[in-house]
């Protein structure tokens, strides 16, 4: 396939980490933001391939992972109701609530649907009149629009059985909060180039100035990694700290103005709590005022509910960097895809579930 | 579910603005994709789609000077 084939190729691959081989001089921490990349890495041992100065700590960007806990069971609660279907991105069935998941839910008869697209949910609504539809919207920036984008329509189209269960999160301020904690140990960052084509990435200008870190849109094949990691090292040696963007060929400095337009239509900043993390100022977006008939929230009067996260699971911190899964007691044995304790067990963009699918399985 | 993936856009079906879609093929498999983020999209150019929305054209030109550069790192000595 045209622009993927070509970023897999191996004989590339080697010169870039002899390249990378030759460049380094010193230990250095870099951060892969986005899960996606954590898949990469791990699927194609980028890991192992690298010199030894150069640790890879793989950051919180899996929206499936830090989907909190209470949204979970509120997912539940809606989803345990004879009167309503509820649609979902199908990695959110699995996620284990404080009790059960959806996946046992929709076992026990109710009518949970996995779907591709918000615009999916909007049809079901359509077709379903008598029913209430509700669409488990989780994501990042990548994804907001598209959602924001069904409640518009079906705002436009008059719908009055059709809600978002919303548990959106913004990259930058998780990574802001990641960078300010004290116990910080990431050098360099490779910026999640899926979340900056819609939104660009001025926000990192800012980022890179303020922490004196570098940073590198990067991309998601094992080449735009690698490349990625080339870049952020070049950097690191010279004591550059500027944001440059690998991944060029579908990232533009200013974003998707349009996608971005819709998005801030429907959706605004509002703090948002982190599975494993907490609390995080302004990281996340709630459906604005104007359009709250559309908040599954507040029809289904569940905006107090709130839960305390088991202590058992680790993920908050395997997602700021600071263990890796397999310093988890549990990881492996207690917990594994088939039986997750754990939100990062879960996706398979999670980086316990990329640990376990592509280490355990080759130290078996 | 970030996932988003490269595909050619083969046929623009018309629709009101916000709800443009476009047959778009991902390595032959063709899907339905809204194009209402990227107005300018052509048949014959790739897009990265994401939950069934077009979220930016690929630009050719930067694809292949991000080839010239690898290229050029694996020269360099
Ligand atoms: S292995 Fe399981 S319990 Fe341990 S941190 Fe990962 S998801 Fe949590």
Not at chain 1, 88 to 112: C, E, N, W
Request: glycine share 8%; hydrophobic share 40%; with cysteine.
């Amino acid at each position: 396939m045209k622009f993927l084939d070509e970023y897999r190729d191996s004989e590339k691959a080697k010169k870039l980490i002899e390249a990378i081989h030759r460049r380094v001089s010193k230990n250095w921490n870099i951060m892969e933001i986005c899960g996606g990349q954590t898949h990469s890495i791990l699927k194609y041992g980028i890991d192992e391939l690298l010199p030894k100065e150069i640790n890879l700590i793989h950051g919180p960007g899996c929206p499936v992972c830090v989907t909190p806990i209470e949204k979970i069971d509120k997912a539940i609660e809606i989803a345990s109701n004879q009167n309503v279907i509820f649609c979902s991105y199908g990695d959110m069935l699995r996620v284990p609530g404080s009790h059960t998941d959806l996946l046992k839910i929709k076992a026990q008869g109710f009518d949970v649907r996995i779907v591709y697209s918000p615009v999916d949910a909007v049809n079901i609504a359509k077709k379903n009149p008598e029913k209430e539809i509700v669409f488990f919207a989780v994501g990042f920036e990548t994804t907001a629009p598209p959602n924001a984008l069904a409640i518009f329509m079906a705002h436009q189209q008059g719908l009055i059985n059709f809600t978002e269960l919303v548990s959106h999160v913004c990259v930058p301020p998780a990574i802001k909060a990641i960078l300010d904690s004290i116990n910080n140990r990431v050098q360099g960052l490779l910026a999640a180039g899926h979340v900056c084509t819609v939104m660009g990435f001025k926000e990192y200008e800012d980022i890179a100035k303020r922490y004196k870190i570098p940073v590198v849109v990067t991309g998601f094949e094992p080449l735009d990694i690698l490349q990625g990691i080339y870049m952020c090292i070049l950097q690191l040696e010279n004591d550059i700290n500027i944001v440059e963007n690998q991944y060029s060929r579908a990232v533009k400095r200013e974003g998707n103005v349009k996608a971005r337009e819709i998005m801030n239509e429907v959706f605004e900043i509002c703090d948002r709590k982190w599975r494993g993390i907490g609390e995080i100022k302004d990281s996340g977006f709630k459906i604005k005022v104007k359009y709250e008939e559309y908040d599954a929230e507040i029809k289904f009067g569940l905006e107090d509910y709130s839960i305390e996260e088991s202590k058992e699971c680790k993920s908050g911190l395997i997602l700021q960097g600071l263990i890796k899964p397999v310093d988890c007691s549990v990881f492996g044995n207690k917990c594994t895809p088939e039986h997750p304790l754990g939100a990062t067990m879960v996706s398979s963009e999670g980086a316990c579930s990329a640990y376990y699918l592509y280490k355990e399985k080759k130290l078996q | 579910m970030c996932l988003a993936v490269p595909g050619k856009i083969l046929e623009i079906i018309e629709g009101e603005e916000l709800l443009k879609i476009a047959k778009v093929s991902f390595g032959g498999a063709v899907k339905v994709i809204n194009i209402s983020f990227v107005p300018d999209a052509k048949i014959g150019d790739y897009v990265i789609a994401h939950v069934g929305f077009a979220l930016n054209i690929i630009d050719e030109e930067e694809a292949q000077k991000t080839m010239d550069y690898l290229r050029q790192i694996g020269d360099i000595k």
